[in-house]
């Protein structure tokens, strides 16, 4: 994005994505299947952790992993969802519900960016093959260990799979 709104219906897709999963790219495939323009919208400082991947690792393996979705663009932000929505000229926030306990902060979230920016928040619920399947529970496997190809894009798992050979003590 080069802060020229795209055209059209667009839907920002917002989140730490450390790293993306499999769920994300469910999401992302199935609003680029609604909306006009799809922005998967990293953010610049995820509040709960440092990242285990950088800004520019997290936004690399978004754009590999979307290579075959033509209506879809990765950019980052930082500071309030509600300015960069607004600045993205977007019409709509996409999120995707896993569990029912997800809704209850999302339903504040989403009210409170509505409040603040005017867009509203559009919810897909996550394919139940993905539902158990989060950033956070990918790292702690990966961490211990696990292989963790099942859960993550192709082309994030080459990224984790580097990443374990580079901090591997010789
Ligand atoms: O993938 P995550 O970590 O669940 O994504 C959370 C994210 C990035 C969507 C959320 O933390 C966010 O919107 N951050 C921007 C700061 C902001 O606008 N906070 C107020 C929300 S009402």
């Known amino acids: ?3 020229v709104p795209a055209p059209g219906n667009t839907a920002v897709y917002p989140g730490s994505f450390d790293p993306m999963t499999r769920g994300h790219l469910d999401v992302i495939e199935r609003a680029a299947a609604i909306f006009d323009t799809v922005v998967v919208a990293v953010v ?21 992993a979307v290579a075959h979705l033509s209506n879809v663009q990765v950019t980052n932000f930082r500071g309030l969802l509600a300015d960069f929505v607004r600045r993205a000229g977007a019409s709509v926030i996409v999120k995707g519900l896993r569990v029912v306990s997800d809704f209850e902060s999302e339903m504040s979230t ?3 960016n509505r409040s603040l920016s005017g867009v509203d928040t559009v919810f897909l619920p996550s394919d139940p093959k993905w ?3 989060s ?3 990918v790292k702690e496997v990966y961490n211990l ?14 990224l984790m799979r580097a990443k374990r050979t580079e901090s591997r003590p010789t």
Request: no cysteine; aromatic share 6%; hydrophobic share 45%.
């Open 1 to 3: 994005m080069n802060g």
């Open 131 to 133: 539902s158990f399947v």
């Open 110 to 112: 989403a009210l409170m």
């Open 44 to 64: 610049v400082n995820p509040q709960k952790r440092e990242p285990l991947f950088t800004l520019d690792e997290r936004e690399q393996m978004i754009r590999d």
């Open 135 to 137: 950033s956070t529970l």
């Open 145 to 158: 260990g696990a292989d963790v190809a099942e859960y993550v894009p192709p082309a994030v798992l080459n």
